[in-house]
């Protein structure tokens, strides 16, 4: 089945340090989505793109549609504590149909204050 | 507004016990629906998804079953549990038509002991 490669796996920062992740297909994406889930709560929408070469902002975080429409980047600025959680791409797969996404494996993000 | 509401928050079950969990959206008509489970630290797996009443759609093989008997009502079965079916539950919904930006639930624990 469709698989997204997220990178890196985890991440261990200082705090006021900016991040960058991303996430990768071997095949065309038409929406790409963006989540960061608490423990023990669901993931929260955080940015979602839907034409490639989308560049979009949500307060710290910018995230882009590739042009290839075969990848994804989040990145966050100045990081504070209250960004720590795992990250999550997804994607709408164009060959899957339009119901159903595909889920990265995530990307844990924990900030040393 | 939106609201997706899932119940119960933590369930403990023994083996071979029955399972139901339900999940239900607020402010939204014929909404996508779909369950996932997220072992811990792990990526999310599809379940179920329902794109109406009484139509699902169930992606892997499992121990557990899935009905909508309303529009904005679903819910998660299990005739008998297994060790096995221990996870965070996550329910979530989208607008059909294409755009498939999923919101989330907060997501109900299951521990089989």
């Known amino acids: 089945g469709q698989q997204l490669n997220q990178s890196p796996q985890s991440m261990f920062i200082q705090e006021g340090e900016d991040v960058s992740m991303n996430c990768t297909s071997s095949?065309?994406?038409?929406?790409w989505l963006w989540y960061k889930q608490e423990p023990g709560e669901g993931p929260v929408l955080l940015i979602a793109l839907y034409k490639a070469g989308e560049l979009t902002s949500n307060g710290r975080l910018t995230a882009q549609f590739g042009i290839t429409r075969k990848d994804s980047f989040l990145n966050i600025s100045a990081s504070i504590p209250s960004d720590v959680g795992i990250y999550f791409c997804a994607g709408q797969p164009i060959i899957q149909g339009a119901q159903k996404l595909v889920f990265g494996q995530g990307t844990r993000l924990t900030i040393n204050p | 507004s939106q609201t997706i509401h899932q119940w119960p928050a933590t369930l403990v079950q023994p083996v071979g016990s029955p399972l139901s969990l339900e999940c239900t959206v607020e402010g939204t008509s014929n909404p996508n629906l779909y369950w996932y489970r997220q072992a811990a630290g792990r990526g999310l797996q599809l379940l179920f998804y329902?794109?109406?009443?009484?139509?699902i759609s169930s992606e892997v093989p499992q121990n557990l079953s899935a009905s909508r008997p309303q529009d904005r009502q679903f819910i998660l079965s299990s005739k008998k549990l297994l060790l096995s079916d221990s996870g965070f539950y996550l329910c979530?919904?989208?607008?059909?038509?294409?755009?498939?930006?999923?919101?989330f639930g907060p997501g109900t624990r299951l521990l089989v002991l």
């Open positions: 329902s794109v109406g009443i009484g139509q």
């Open positions: 979530a919904w989208s607008v059909g038509g294409g755009w498939e930006t999923q919101y």
């Open positions: 095949s065309i994406f038409n929406t």
